[in-house]
Nanobody, 124 residues
């Protein structure tokens, strides 16, 4: 089992940047693919980015490609999401999730463990 804790959220103006972190504890972190999802008020949760357990493969939602970068440090048991050129539509609670079964996925049901989320608010 793994526990996930997100941090780094906050309030930023449009065009600004934030870096989210997901810290893991428990089982060997390199046993998991990890993803970021987000959920805005009144909307369904949506996929943002994912990274394989080795860090060699990544995938992004079209809406964040070229602006967001996911990375991981297995030694430190962390996954980061660097978010640049933020837009008001990026406002949401961002969740970190981990999957035991290999094969990066954009589907939330593929992930076994979830953090509590961190709020990101982008003002116009």
């Amino acid at each position: 089992q793994v526990q996930l804790v997100e941090s780094g959220g906050g309030l930023v103006q449009a065009g600004g940047s934030l870096r989210l972190s997901c810290a893991a504890s428990g089982r060997t972190f390199s046993d998991y693919d990890v993803a970021w999802f987000r959920q805005a008020p009144g909307k369904e949760r949506e996929f943002v980015a994912t990274i394989s357990r080795s860090g060699g493969n990544t995938d992004y939602a079209d809406s964040v490609k070229g602006r967001f970068t996911i990375s991981r440090d297995n030694a430190k048991k962390t996954v980061s999401l660097q978010m640049n050129n933020l837009k008001p539509e990026d406002t949401a609670v961002y969740y970190c999730a981990a999957a035991i079964v290999a094969g990066i996925s954009t589907i939330g049901a593929s992930y076994d463990y979830w953090g509590q989320g961190t709020q990101v608010t982008v003002s116009s």
